[in-house]
């Protein structure tokens, strides 16, 4: 949440373009009221590739609209689909079990940590009070799955994970190669209060 621009959730444009990573906003507000959200997608550079610095993906997208504040306080994925920041979504999201790919592969265990640590203090109350009493949400750590990064699909030539699939001729040839998933135990991940 470092950057100002940064929208807890994202709603998707009309013309299809749903990227986290290419969408800017400002959500202004009439006193205590959401307002409105404005959004604005432009093309942008991918998230790094680790393996191969030289292979650049890009997201193509250009569009400018504004969604009514009260579309997204009374919110329908039907009428507003959004995509909800990795943040707002780990806090109470429904899930009994979560499978990460790759963890470990370049340091993403850090996030794995602030995770758990989120869901911890959500469903013992220290984020959100009355968050079961008032809203029903019942909120647990969901057993931890991950990808084993050796195991993973790749792109043949780049020896990439994070290439797209329409850039991959066979789509079989990589699903004959099967995947493997470990378990992580909950107990590696959790920062105990000090």
Not at 44 to 69: H, K
């Amino acid at each position: 949440m470092k950057n100002l621009s940064t929208l807890l959730t994202v709603p998707h444009s009309v013309k299809g373009f749903g990227s986290k990573r290419s969408a800017r906003g400002r959500v202004y507000f009439d006193g205590s009221r959401l307002k409105s959200v404005k959004v604005d997608y432009r093309t942008t550079l991918l998230y790094p590739n680790a393996i191969d610095p030289s292979d650049v993906s890009v997201a193509q997208a250009d569009d400018s609209f504004t969604v009514d504040g009260d579309k997204l306080v009374n919110y329908s994925f039907r009428e507003t689909p959004s995509s909800p920041q990795f943040f707002l979504y780990s806090l109470a999201s429904p899930e009994n079990a979560v499978v990460w790919h790759g963890i470990g592969a370049f340091g993403a265990s850090e996030l794995l940590r602030s995770y758990t640590t989120t869901r911890v203090a959500v469903s013992s109350g220290q984020l959100f009070r009355q968050l079961v009493e008032k809203f029903g949400v019942v909120s647990g750590v969901p057993l931890q799955f991950n990808l084993v990064p050796k195991f993973m699909w790749f792109h043949p030539v780049h020896r990439n994970i994070d290439a797209s699939i329409g850039c991959v001729q066979s789509l079989k040839d990589l699903a004959d190669l099967g995947m493997r998933m470990e378990h992580l135990p909950e107990e590696q991940f959790i920062r105990k209060p000090e």
